[in-house]
């Protein structure tokens, strides 16, 4: 019976496994498509960019509506990019039985904070020229740190709290239910806020350009649209990620013990993912200030 229910989980393992040996063979193609990726959103940024000095300088409504779908692609290509938040988005539906609405709703929730925090580090913080033309503000820094590390943090206590409930269902004891709505809720929206705080680049950018130029409220506009952008990707994959757990339970589910057992495993692989995001992510940016 536990050879079965773990089937699903061995079978993405391999899965997994494979990936990760098809991407070995082919890092170089890889990084390509990384470079390539990264490449083109730096030229929609660019040509948000143009689009709003035309504005500034009375272009019509068409400059402005071909902006905003310009920001709206930047934010789903740029969450479909290399980032941690649709990583934390589909490792929390892994271990949650959740509706498909929830895994849209945090998809929303992480896009949100990320473009708040942007526009509020560009009003709060007194950014050079320098900034503006080269990177993201040093307080940023501190802001992914805090970030990663309560993230890394969550996923410790996830992750403390299943080994906690497996050992008291091997001893016979029923503790509380670990994913009732307000429980799993409160989870979601700690998550979402944490991996949303770390700020949009291309929305710190497009709020630069708009207070430079005066013309805030067509940067409150874009930076909307790029959250839009982002929301729908982040989104698809809570979706993914919740259909992915209800899939494996129906294969799982052929005898109750099964069922046990799969959730118990899913529950720990998905604490130990969100862990291992918060660690990978928080010390590539202590690496980065210091090494």
Same mark, same amino acid.
């Given at each position: 019976m536990v050879r079965r229910a773990l089937l699903p989980v061995a079978l993405l393992m391999c899965g997994v496994l494979f990936a990760q040996t098809a991407e070995a063979q082919s =890092?170089?193609?890889? #990084?390509?498509?990384?470079?390539? %990726?990264?490449?083109? $959103?730096? /030229?929609?940024? $660019?040509?948000?960019?143009?689009?709003? =000095?035309?504005?500034? $300088?009375g272009a019509? /409504? @068409? %400059?402005l509506?071909?902006?905003?779908?310009?920001?709206?692609?930047?934010?789903?290509?740029? !969450?479909?990019?290399?980032g941690h938040g649709k990583m934390v988005v589909a490792s929390f539906f892994m271990g949650q039985d959740a509706k498909i609405w929830r895994g849209m709703f945090m998809g929303l929730q992480i896009a949100n904070t990320h473009v708040i925090s942007a526009v509020? =580090?560009?009003?709060?913080?007194?950014?050079?020229?320098?900034?503006?033309?080269?990177?993201?503000?040093?307080?940023?820094?501190?802001?992914?740190?805090?970030?990663?590390?309560?993230?890394? @943090?969550?996923g410790g206590v996830l992750l403390f709290r299943a080994i906690q409930r497996y050992r008291a269902a091997k001893h016979g004891v029923t503790l509380a239910e670990p994913h009732d709505h307000q429980h799993g809720m409160g989870q979601q929206s700690l998550l979402a806020f944490l991996a949303? &705080?770390?700020?949009? /680049?291309? %929305?710190? &950018?497009?709020?630069?350009? !708009?207070?430079?130029?005066?013309?805030?409220g067509i940067g409150i506009l874009l930076v909307a649209a790029i959250s839009a952008g982002m929301a729908i990707t982040m989104a698809i994959f809570g979706v993914l990620s919740i &259909?992915?757990?209800?899939?494996?339970?129906?294969?799982?589910? #052929?005898?109750?013990?099964?069922? @046990?057992?799969? !959730? #118990?495993?899913?529950?720990?692989?998905? !604490? @130990?993912?969100i862990l291992l995001i918060g660690i990978s992510f928080l010390s590539v940016t202590l690496a980065d200030e210091f090494l």
């Open positions: =890092l170089d193609s890889f #990084t390509d498509a990384v470079s390539y %990726a990264i490449d083109i $959103q730096r /030229t929609i940024v $660019q040509e948000i960019g143009k689009y709003m =000095l035309a504005l500034k $300088q019509s /409504t @068409v %400059a509506f071909s902006g905003i779908g310009l920001a709206f692609l930047y934010g789903a290509l740029h !969450a479909l990019g290399p509020a =580090l560009v009003w709060l913080v007194d950014l050079s020229f320098r900034h503006f033309i080269g990177g993201s503000p040093a307080e940023s820094i501190w802001i992914r740190a805090v970030s990663f590390g309560l993230i890394a @943090v969550i949303g &705080l770390v700020p949009c /680049t291309g %929305a710190i &950018l497009v709020m630069l350009f !708009a207070l430079a130029s005066d013309i805030v &259909l992915f757990r209800r899939i494996v339970m129906a294969v799982a589910e #052929t005898n109750n013990r099964g069922a @046990v057992v799969t !959730a #118990t495993v899913l529950e720990h692989l998905a !604490a @130990v993912f």
